[in-house]
C-alpha cells in the first residue's frame, strides 16, 4: 500500500501562485514515473505535469510556461510550482507515482477566484 497524501491547495486570486506537495512514503529512487493530474467540476481527470526518473518533464500545453513539477528524492516529496494562475486552473488536484501500478493520492482543491 502506498498512500500518498497531497497538501497546499487553496483559494487564490487569478494571477497568483500557490505551491503544492505530495509526499511519497517509499524510495523515490526505484519510481520510475511521477506527476500530477487535476479533475475540474463535472470533467474527466487530465493529466497537468510529469516527472521522470532522469529528471525529464513533461507539460500539458494549458499550463506549460506557468507550472513547474519537480521532485526532491532526499526528502520523498514531489512539488507543483503553480504561478500565473488562472480561474480555469480551478480543479482537485491529484498526485500519483506509478510503483508496480498506479497509485494516487486523495487530491487537493485549488480554487482560483477572477
Known amino acids: 500500500q502506498v498512500q500518498l497524501v497531497e497538501s497546499g491547495g487553496g483559494l487564490v486570486q487569478a494571477g497568483g501562485s500557490l505551491r503544492l506537495s505530495c509526499s511519497v512514503p517509499?524510495?523515490?529512487?526505484?519510481?520510475?514515473?511521477m506527476g500530477w493530474y487535476r479533475q475540474a467540476s463535472g470533467k474527466q481527470r487530465e493529466p497537468v505535469a510529469t516527472i521522470g526518473r532522469g529528471g525529464y518533464t513533461n507539460y500539458s500545453d494549458s499550463v506549460k510556461s506557468r507550472f513547474t513539477i519537480s521532485r526532491d528524492n532526499a526528502k520523498r516529496t514531489i512539488y507543483l510550482q503553480m504561478n500565473s494562475l488562472k480561474p480555469e486552473d480551478t480543479a482537485v488536484y491529484y498526485c500519483?507515482?506509478?510503483?508496480?501500478?498506479?497509485?494516487w493520492g486523495q487530491g487537493t482543491q485549488v480554487t482560483v477566484s477572477s
Open positions: 517509499v524510495n523515490m529512487f526505484s519510481i520510475n514515473t
Open positions: 500519483t507515482v506509478v510503483w508496480g501500478k498506479s497509485w
